[in-house]
């Protein structure tokens, strides 16, 4: 099956090919006739499966063009960065139409987005919070809305939107077309499709935790950190056919650690990106990286939602991350566009119930690979390696109630005290040895 039998438009069908799609996803093939025919979609697809086409396509195929500056579709992301990633996939789709898109994130001057959504826009593509501000402003006019899609919204709901959310789909007209992806459809998905979605299709690319076909995993078992460092330094030193990784770190100051290690060794070749960096920063360093400047960017599992390159080799599982579908999400943004992509991951002792949890998910056990036989390891230990020294407490022995004394205790015999009250007749006898007597008046 190619674009063309789908029905897509002529403008739509030119863009395509001049950006080399000719062949649509599973997820594209099953979910454009179903939009087309006004029901609402609940798509379950991984990373990496093309969804962000496949809703785009059919909703700008529905467009039509109005003189109401409001929007007619809504598009709801949990991040700024895929705020940014679906404009530019609204731009690249509608080079031969006369589509306004315009994205709001926070973290920038709300007025200068109050501007340029009230001179007038088609499509708008937002994060929860910054779209419920503007509603508030009165610059966001929903009237006008007749499809609205909520892209990742498992993720959406885990970083805290579910009240913005809500009120969100309570502010737009009831009479509209609903259609949401995710990765998994949790208890909460579930509920708010319930409540929010009127008898949805349900369209599963692949089942969840699924590995996909054309990544290749391994995984190196390693003692700890620095080895983990002198790994992936060797790995790159040696290994020509990492071109484009992205390398995931469980936290923001281990991806700021690794990076000051690996800077030095590859200048101008590496970036970093985590929610502490500044949002020029973020859209820099993928712009960079998109553009082939930067070899690998280090990266936390939140803002690498919004990173989308097609070409990406490799991805680097530095540390194993504890939710079992943030793996899944990360090794998908490798193998894209049927092309083959490599996962590999570094897994101490310690990450191995984390692993355990992922092949559980997958129903896959991925392949150890074996460590290079030159390979450097370390025994220095990071502050959150060294074992613990617990010491127990001194126990101090609490007097029984028997064996206490009472309250009062008598003085003793020094520290008693008499008062006595000596007249002046004795004074004076003790004194002069007779009473001395008052001078009577002359």
């Given at each position: 099956?190619?674009?063309?039998?789908?029905?897509?438009?002529?403008?739509?069908?030119?863009?395509?090919?001049?950006?080399?799609?000719?062949?649509?996803?599973?997820?594209?093939?099953?979910?454009?006739?179903?939009?087309?025919?006004?029901?609402?979609i609940c798509g379950i697809a991984q990373t990496g499966t093309g969804k962000t086409f496949a809703y785009l396509l059919p909703c700008l195929?529905?467009?039509?063009?109005?003189?109401?500056?409001?929007?007619?579709?809504?598009?709801?992301?949990?991040?700024?960065?895929?705020?940014?990633?679906?404009?530019?996939?609204?731009?690249?789709?509608?080079?031969?139409?006369?589509?306004?898109?315009?994205?709001?994130?926070?973290?920038?001057?709300?007025?200068?987005?109050?501007?340029?959504?009230?001179?007038?826009?088609?499509?708008?593509?937002?994060?929860?919070?910054?779209?419920?501000?503007?509603?508030?402003?009165?610059?966001?006019?929903?009237?006008?809305?007749?499809?609205?899609?909520?892209?990742?919204?498992?993720?959406?709901?885990?970083?805290?939107?579910?009240?913005?959310l809500k009120n969100i789909l309570e502010l737009i007209p009831a009479k509209r077309q609903n259609l949401m992806f995710s990765a998994t459809i949790t208890d909460e998905v579930e509920k708010l499709i319930s409540e929010y979605f009127n008898d949805p299709v349900y369209i599963e690319?692949?089942?969840?935790?699924?590995?996909?076909?054309?990544?290749?995993?391994?995984?190196?078992?390693?003692?700890?950190?620095?080895?983990?460092?002198?790994?992936?330094?060797?790995?790159?030193?040696?290994?020509?056919?990492?071109?484009?990784?992205?390398?995931?770190?469980?936290?923001?100051?281990?991806?700021?650690?690794?990076?000051?290690?690996?800077?030095?060794?590859?200048?101008?070749?590496?970036?970093?990106?985590?929610?502490?960096?500044?949002?020029?920063?973020?859209?820099?360093?993928?712009?960079?990286?998109?553009?082939?400047?930067?070899?690998?960017?280090?990266?936390?599992?939140?803002?690498?939602?919004?990173?989308?390159?097609?070409?990406?080799?490799?991805?680097?599982?530095?540390?194993?991350?504890?939710?079992?579908?943030?793996?899944?999400?990360?090794?998908?943004?490798?193998?894209?566009?049927?092309?083959?992509?490599?996962?590999?991951?570094?897994?101490?002792?310690?990450?191995?119930?984390?692993?355990?949890?992922?092949?559980?998910?997958?129903?896959?056990?991925?392949?150890?690979?074996?460590?290079?036989?030159?390979?450097?390891?370390?025994?220095?230990?990071?502050?959150?390696?060294?074992?613990?020294?617990?010491?127990?407490?001194?126990?101090?022995?609490?007097?029984?109630?028997?064996?206490?004394?009472?309250?009062?205790?008598?003085?003793?015999?020094?520290?008693?005290?008499?008062?006595?009250?000596?007249?002046?007749?004795?004074?004076?006898?003790?004194?002069?040895?007779?009473?001395?007597?008052?001078?009577?008046?002359?």
């Amino acid at each position: 099956m190619t674009f063309t039998d789908l029905n897509i438009s002529t403008p739509l069908l030119r863009a395509l090919d001049e950006n080399g799609f000719t062949i649509p996803t599973t997820i594209q093939q099953r979910v454009y006739p179903v939009v087309m025919s006004g029901r609402d979609i609940c798509g379950i697809a991984q990373t990496g499966t093309g969804k962000t086409f496949a809703y785009l396509l059919p909703c700008l195929r529905q467009w039509t063009f109005s003189k109401n500056p409001s929007p007619q579709i809504l598009i709801l992301v949990p991040t700024r960065e895929l705020v940014v990633q679906v404009v530019d996939a609204i731009h690249l789709l509608s080079a031969y139409m006369n589509v306004k898109a315009v994205g709001v994130y926070g973290g920038v001057n709300i007025n200068t987005q109050k501007k340029e959504v009230e001179t007038g826009v088609d499509i708008l593509v937002a994060t929860p919070g910054r779209l419920y501000d503007l509603a508030m402003n009165g610059a966001f006019k929903t009237k006008m809305i007749r499809r609205l899609v909520i892209d990742e919204v498992d993720e959406m709901l885990n970083l805290g939107f579910r009240t913005q959310l809500k009120n969100i789909l309570e502010l737009i007209p009831a009479k509209r077309q609903n259609l949401m992806f995710s990765a998994t459809i949790t208890d909460e998905v579930e509920k708010l499709i319930s409540e929010y979605f009127n008898d949805p299709v349900y369209i599963e690319a692949a089942p969840t935790g699924t590995p996909l076909e054309n990544i290749n995993q391994g995984l190196y078992e390693v003692p700890n950190f620095n080895t983990k460092v002198n790994l992936l330094k060797q790995l790159l030193e040696s290994d020509q056919s990492m071109t484009r990784l992205l390398i995931f770190a469980a936290t923001k100051q281990l991806a700021d650690q690794l990076y000051e290690q690996l800077e030095p060794l590859f200048p101008g070749t590496a970036g970093v990106i985590h929610s502490n960096k500044e949002q020029n920063h973020r859209f820099n360093t993928v712009k960079q990286f998109k553009e082939g400047n930067y070899r690998f960017i280090i990266a936390t599992d939140i803002v690498a939602r919004g990173i989308d390159v097609a070409e990406v080799t490799h991805v680097i599982n530095f540390d194993m991350p504890a939710v079992p579908e943030n793996y899944m999400h990360r090794i998908g943004r490798t193998g894209r566009a049927d092309k083959q992509g490599i996962a590999i991951s570094f897994m101490t002792e310690k990450e191995r119930p984390y692993l355990k949890a992922i092949e559980s998910l997958m129903k896959y056990e991925v392949p150890v690979l074996p460590l290079p036989s030159d390979l450097l390891i370390s025994t220095v230990l990071t502050p959150d390696e060294e074992p613990k020294v617990y010491m127990k407490p001194p126990q101090v022995k609490i007097p029984k109630k028997e064996d206490a004394g009472p309250a009062f205790h008598p003085k003793s015999a020094k520290n008693s005290k008499v008062n006595f009250v000596v007249s002046r007749k004795d004074r004076m006898m003790a004194k002069y040895g007779k009473p001395l007597k008052r001078g009577g008046k002359k």
